[in-house]
């Protein structure tokens, strides 16, 4: 079964850069749907970005900020996130599922795999 771990979580400025990665143990992510959810203190948790096959899907939040991209051995999922808010503070989850239709792909439930959480924290 896969096992996702997140790293790559911290505490920046607002406006500041930071990348968090998932990866499997050197398994293949080339038959997955990966995305990337996240949970704000306090509140419910909230898609961020995913990729399915070689397209790739934005919360209209972070679009234009946020970059998910998976490297070539097709072994680790990145989020290049920029221009940070404090409205991006939460735990960040990685989920991975191989069947997920592209009108469920928002849906945390589609997922059935997901790692232990990298926490972002955004604070002055």
């Known amino acids: 079964q896969l096992q996702l771990v997140e790293s790559g979580g911290g505490l920046v400025q607002p406006v500041d850069s930071l990348i968090l990665s998932c990866s499997a143990s050197?398994?293949?992510?080339?038959?997955?749907?990966m995305a990337w959810f996240r949970q704000p203190a306090g509140k419910e948790g909230e898609f961020v970005a995913a990729?399915?096959?070689?397209?790739?899907y934005y919360a209209d939040s972070v679009k234009e900020r946020f970059t998910m991209s998976m490297n070539n051995d097709e072994t680790t999922v990145d989020l290049q996130m920029n221009s940070l808010r404090p409205e991006d503070a939460g735990v960040y989850f990685c989920?991975?599922?191989?069947?997920?239709?592209?009108?469920?792909?928002?849906?945390?439930?589609?997922?059935?795999?997901w790692g232990q959480g990298t926490k972002v924290s955004v604070s002055s």
């Open positions: 989920k991975a599922y191989q069947t997920v239709i592209t009108s469920n792909i928002r849906n945390s439930g589609a997922y059935a795999t």
């Open positions: 050197g398994n293949s992510f080339s038959r997955y749907t």
């Open positions: 990729i399915k096959m070689v397209h790739t």
